[in-house]
């Protein structure tokens, strides 16, 4: 039982190129098999590449997640670095006022003790001179 086929110029069928007699494969069914599977390849390999193509935007969106919350961690750390210099800086502020205060009160400490020398050194008996 033959399988019609392609016509010849003269228009009567031939058997197809895959098929003898017999029932062996030609030679051209093995040419056409093989580009067949060339073409089969080709587009397994277009599949696997757009696989991996999606599987890779994954990861990009799972990297710039993580970029995002890391984003996000820093400009807290810098929130909080901004608000312990501001604090920092007004406890020097203070540390400074509280030092200068200091150095205010002993010197008038220093002030009053020389004073109070100077007084007692003016009420101290002294000797009176001869004449």
């Known amino acids: 039982m033959s399988v019609p086929g392609p016509s010849s110029p003269d228009g009567a069928l031939t058997r ?21 599977q060339v073409v089969l390849l080709d587009t397994l390999e277009q599949e696997i590449s757009k696989f991996k193509e999606c599987h890779s935007m994954l990861d990009i969106n799972a ?3 993580e ?10 750390i810098r929130k909080e670095m901004l608000m312990l210099h ?10 400074l006022k509280l030092q200068q205060k200091r150095q205010k009160e002993e010197l008038e400490r220093e002030q009053q003790r ?3 020398f100077e007084r007692e050194k003016q009420l101290t008996a002294r000797p009176a001179k001869r004449m």
């Open 86 to 95: 501001e604090k920092t800086s007004k406890l020097k502020k203070r540390a």
């Open 114 to 116: 020389e004073k109070e």
């Open 16 to 36: 197809p190129p895959y098929c003898l007699e017999a029932g062996e494969p030609t030679p051209a069914f093995f040419k056409i098999f093989r580009q067949n």
């Open 63 to 65: 990297l710039f997640a």
């Open 67 to 76: 970029a995002k919350h890391y984003h996000a961690k820093l400009v807290n």
